[in-house]
């Protein structure tokens, strides 16, 4: 393991002190965010050789992050991410700002490159990034859209593309179409040429259509599993039908995907465990999938956004002292797309 050294190479701006930052931190896990977050002034991180340290200009809110700040599903805990509190006090992954400085086994930035991806804390004035997880940013995005890009929009193409084997001409429905991995999921699905369906509530719906969404079905009025129309492949982002509903609603060869958790204290997997079990015993292809963070995913995500394929969907920015508010308006559903951070 390589030791980590001070970020020597570029001296960060005055705001961040002498070698501090402000930061959200976290010592303990709790499900209410004003309970367990705060602003408090650290340590600025220091980086490996092959790690950058990037000025944090904006930060994602993601579903991922609520799940680190409550400690559950407890399985978590047990796959290495703390046990009684979290392993990194510095919530957020999600990036888009600066490069101040570089460690020597850098080849791809340079201090003052602008960049986004994926940080270890980015819920910060400074966070440190591995080289292999940032690419450039997009010169016709904000800080804000770039902040917001990667860990949705990895999850969405992954689901898409990997998982879900996605082909020209399917008819495809995105359950939960109006969220943070949802918008993104329409949109790629749009890109790969299929006749899209978005699934949303009456007061998202409008939102779902004008991100290019062919029909848009209101849940609060109408069942997508009413047997009228079959889909070639169905992105179930977190939604809480059963199996039996789900399958009603796939052609008889057609893929189900099972998109992030399903909530619950232990595992938060059982109903994808379910579909695993269940798949090599029917017709249908039923299957989950656990999204990484592959650079190479990333530079795709960068070239669909520069060519208008892709656009970041932001609900609200708060600044850093709001973090908390911010986590609070996902938990409960209520954002339309992303949530930003500015720093």
Known sequence: MKATQPAQQAEPTATAGRGTMQAITQNRYGTVPEDVLRLERIARPGIAGGEVLVQVRAAGVDRGTWHLMAGQPYLMRLLGFGFRGPKNRVPGLDVAGTVVAVGPEVTRFAAGDEAFGIARGSFAEYAAAREDKLVRKPAGLSFEQAAVVAVSGLAALQGLRDAGRIRPGQKVLIIGASGGVGSYAVQLAKAFGAEVTGVCSTAKADLVRSIGADHVIDYTRADFADGRQQYDLILDI?????????????????????????????????????????????????????????????????????????TPVIDRTWPLAGAPEAIRRLAAGQARGKIAITI
């Not at 059963?242 to 997997?269: K, Y």
């Not at 059982?270 to 995913?297: E, N, W």
């Open 238 to 310: 977190g939604g809480g039908s059963r199996l039996r509903r789900l399958r009603r609603a796939l052609t008889p060869r057609g893929t189900l995907v099972i998109a992030g958790s399903e909530g619950g204290r232990w595992t938060g997997v059982g109903r994808q465990l379910r579909a695993l079990m269940l798949s090599p015993m029917v017709s249908q292809r039923l299957t989950m999938y656990i999204s990484g963070h592959r650079q190479a995913d990333l530079e795709a995500l960068r070239q669909l956004t520069e060519a208008g394929q892709v």
